[in-house]
């Protein structure tokens, strides 16, 4: 446990002998050649270690990195659910035509100060009425990102005026995010020029 990662390998190539169900993996690219594979095949990420580590098991340590590809586009706040740091959630979508559409519930990526700051950017745009045209949705979907009619009771409308660059993994097949996090607010964009971009 004590070797370094490079030479337990070594100790690993001369006592195990590949078959149909094992098989030691070679690592001769260079990382941006992995990561670009990594994103040309649509993957979720890479999980890398130092080759000068040691192993300690049970111990969390930075010797592991974890990185996950993800998409990132604006989308345009519609809404958002109240917290006691102004908001818990951001509603946001993106235009098809003239029509605002819901992608996404965002929860991720905050910090206290972050959801404070975009709290401040929109609490003067609220309004009764709610922006997307695919809201209520029948269910609430396989892993809770749809939002049914008694989940919309508890979200605050905004005008749709501001808007947000979201990191994502992926759409799925009825145009909603999975996996979304936070990134920005972005000042710099016009809300009815924000469109599905993949």
């Known amino acids: 446990m004590e070797l370094p990662l490079v030479d337990r390998r070594e100790i690993l190539r001369a006592a195990v ?33 130092r080759a000068d580590s040691t192993y300690l098991p049970g111990k969390r340590t930075g010797l592991w990195v974890k ?7 604006e989308f345009v706040i519609g809404g958002y659910t109240p917290s006691h740091l102004g908001l818990d959630a951001l509603i946001v979508g993106f235009y098809r035509g003239k029509e605002l559409r819901f992608a996404a519930r965002v929860r991720a990526g905050f910090t206290p100060q972050t959801r404070r700051q975009v709290y401040e ?11 997307f045209v695919n809201l209520p949705q029948p269910t609430a979907g396989r892993w809770g990102q749809g939002i049914t009619a008694e989940g919309m009771k508890n979200m ?11 990191d994502f993994r992926e759409w799925t097949g009825g145009d909603i995010l999975r996996h979304a996090s936070f ?13 599905r971009e993949t």
């Open 17 to 49: 002998q590949p078959n149909d169900h094992v098989q030691i993996v070679e690592v001769s690219k260079s990382a941006e050649d992995i990561m670009r594979f990594v994103k040309e095949q649509h993957l979720e990420g890479v999980v890398a270690k």
């Open 67 to 73: 990185t996950r590809i993800n998409l990132t586009q």
């Open 121 to 131: 950017a929109i609490k003067d745009l609220a309004t009764p009425q709610c922006p």
């Open 156 to 166: 605050v409308w905004v005008k749709p005026l501001a808007v947000v660059q979201i």
């Open 183 to 195: 990134v920005r607010l972005r000042d710099d964009k016009v809300p009815k020029k924000v469109v």
